[in-house]
């Protein structure tokens, strides 16, 4: 790929993008370093349901855990589950997305039919009942109970592009060179879909964490860890809320969306190499309203002028 | 009609697949639910054979029958409305726990997500109306909202309104203390509405984000197609051309995402019933996985699922009504 191609998919410097990587690498920065300077999240040797202060930054449960140190543990498990997660739905989105999208025929129909099945049965109340019957939870199994039931979404946006694609110049002449499909697939159409991949990708991490966090609130998450989701469980059951003890609740949740919040900005950006339209419009309708002066803006204030 | 055949025949299918799911995965995962149950059942009284035989037909059979015929057993009972027995509210049948349960999860998720909808689109119509203003600036705050986990906004509504400030009531679907179960009267529809706002107001602003965005990026992309220059350059009021050109256009992506986003409306309302001891399905549903009552866990998630496959069908008919290219196209 030509070095200007490629810069034409990287996303346009921006503010939106700034906000989204300062977030993102922050809490993931935080998720890697900060374990190595707190306390033992699972030591209760401190005094119980001490407010936010000097000793403990964000106070303490009711069992004396220190909750900036669970905080920390918890982002790099909730972190590593979510990533682990997002991988695996972003692979099976690419077999029931691309792979059908591109073969077409028989296989589109049954992977398509899989797709929409999955995509109609809500994730949630699935997993839970998966997380419920098998009772030995790791990390990984939790990552790979979501990755398998969520991928759903991303396949039925990559399938679309892929029926796109695959009536193209280029993947014609590939075809007609004799290349293999699945060298077809890898080499001439994913390169294409790559900022869409990575757009699905991103989503699929927020969505794992999201879920992970709710399924560790119920208490079906990874056994023996601490999540942002399993902090919540424990406040919950400390009766944190009515006891006041907001420093406890209150952090994991921030984390989450703003976690969240960061990457969706990312994806933001990522969304305007994919639909042009979204940048130039809003940029069209600036310059007009410009060029048009006090009479365009007038106008939409007052639609009697337009007439008149 | 062959649209309304497609649809008919593709929701036929994923009804048989749910049902099948269902049925396969207490059969295909690890754990003895049916040894569990019948422990727990014990201890209720002595089990008959034709109980026993329903906690095996439910939940996996050892031996005696084929899982063919087990299979077919299943798809009867489920005919006759029979999900068998709860073990935690013995001997309630599964299917009157649902019944109790179904409308308040059916009426909160259902009145909340039509207010989200509305709000959204009306706010990410206008956002998109005033693309290249201050008004862009703003949008992608709303991501900030859609990251939000439901369980955990409702944990910082009912710290803010119900144990802070003592607007809201914290917990339940109406009042207990005044009231001996449902009735008709209007003091109990007050105290429905009082409980339920707090619930409501969370899945709103959970979701409304997501609609707000979806109308306001498709606006922006139709208000760039030539019939609305045209219908501009006509000299339309600007209130026409909002309406009638672009926002009537715009809002059909909006509706096709509408089976998407239920799905996610649905899987957070339900955590956060927990939150609220919202009297719904939600509520139900983690009880029994709290308490191992299999049969009631396995109940009341294909009727979570049934419930919103009949929504998205529904939806899927209006659409084909309202426009007419998914008829021909779909």
């Not at chain 2, 309304?4 to 593709?10: G, Q, S, Y």
């Not at chain 2, 569990?36 to 939940?59: C, D, H, K, W």
Request: with cysteine.
């Amino acid at each position: 790929m030509a070095k200007g191609a490629l810069r034409q998919l990287l996303p346009s410097r921006s503010g939106k993008l700034t906000t989204g990587l300062v977030i993102v690498i922050g809490i993931t920065l935080f998720a890697i370093i900060a374990p190595f300077f707190t306390q033992n999240p699972r030591s209760s040797q401190n005094p119980a349901m001490l407010p936010p202060g000097a000793d403990h930054l964000l106070g303490t449960t009711s069992l004396g855990y220190d909750v900036f140190a669970q905080l920390a543990e918890g982002a790099r498990s909730s972190l590593l589950v979510g990533v682990t997660a997002g991988a695996i739905a972003i692979v099976l989105s690419i077999i029931f997305g691309i792979v059908a999208g591109y073969v077409g025929g028989w296989t589109d129909a049954g992977l398509r039919l899989v797709t929409n099945i999955m995509l109609v049965i809500p994730a949630i109340p699935l997993q839970i009942v998966v997380a419920s019957y098998l009772q030995k939870r790791s990390l990984v199994l939790v990552a790979v109970i979501l990755g398998v039931l969520g991928w759903a979404g991303g396949a039925v946006v990559l399938r679309s592009m892929a029926l796109s694609l695959r009536t193209r110049d280029y993947v014609s002449a590939a075809k007609v060179a004799g290349e293999k499909t699945w060298r077809i697939i890898l080499v001439e159409i994913m390169p294409n879909l790559l900022p869409l991949l990575a757009a699905q990708f991103l989503f699929a991490v927020i969505l794992a964490i999201l879920n992970e966090a709710g399924l560790s609130y119920l208490g079906l998450g990874p056994n023996n860890s601490i999540t942002w989701g399993t902090i919540l469980n424990d406040a919950q059951g400390g009766s944190a809320l009515t006891r006041g003890a907001w420093w406890w609740f209150v952090p994991p949740g921030v984390l989450i969306a703003l976690f969240g919040c960061g990457m969706s900005l990312i994806n933001f950006a990522i969304d305007e190499i994919i639909n042009p339209k979204l940048r130039s419009a809003p940029q069209a309708a600036k310059r007009v309203r410009k060029a048009g002066g006090d009479v365009v803006v007038n106008a939409e204030q007052e639609p009697e002028k337009v007439n008149a | 009609m062959t649209f309304f055949l497609r649809r008919i025949a593709f929701y036929a299918v994923t009804l048989w697949a749910a049902v099948s799911l269902n049925f396969l995965i207490p059969r295909l995962l690890p754990g003895d639910p049916v040894s569990i149950m019948l422990a727990r059942l014990q201890r209720n009284g002595t089990i008959s054979p034709a109980m026993e035989r329903s906690v095996r037909v439910l939940l996996g059979s050892s031996g005696d029958t084929s899982m063919f015929q087990d299979y077919l057993d299943y798809w009867g009972r489920l005919f006759r409305g029979d999900l068998g027995v709860s073990v935690t509210r013995f001997p309630t049948p599964v299917a009157d726990l649902i019944g109790g349960a179904l409308p308040w999860t059916v009426g909160l998720i259902g009145v909340s997500t039509v207010i989200a909808f509305v709000i959204g689109i009306g706010l990410g119509a206008w956002a998109g109306w005033k693309r290249g203003t201050w008004v862009d600036a703003i949008i992608p705050s709303t991501t900030l909202l859609q990251s939000l986990p439901y369980f955990w906004l409702a944990l910082l509504f009912v710290f803010l309104f119900a144990v802070s400030w003592g607007i809201f009531p914290i917990i339940g679907g109406y009042d207990v203390f005044n009231f001996n179960g449902p009735e008709l009267s209007w003091a109990f529809v007050g105290s429905v509405i009082r409980h339920a706002t707090l619930p409501g107001l969370t899945i709103v602003v959970s979701s409304v984000g997501g609609w707000l965005l979806g109308m306001r990026n498709m606006m922006v992309a139709t208000l760039s197609e030539d019939y609305v220059t045209t219908a501009e350059a006509k000299g339309l009021r600007p209130r026409r051309v909002f309406m009638t050109y672009a926002t009537r256009n715009a809002v059909i992506p909006s509706l096709t995402g509408f089976g998407v986003s239920l799905g996610f409306v649905v899987s957070g309302s339900l955590i956060m019933e927990r939150v609220f001891s919202y009297p719904g399905l939600g509520k139900l549903m983690i009880d029994a996985v709290g308490n191992n009552d299999y049969s009631l866990m396995q109940g009341t998630f294909l009727i979570i699922t049934l419930a919103v496959l009949a929504a998205l069908f529904i939806m899927d008919l209006v659409q084909g009504l309202i426009d007419p290219r998914t008829r021909h196209h779909g």
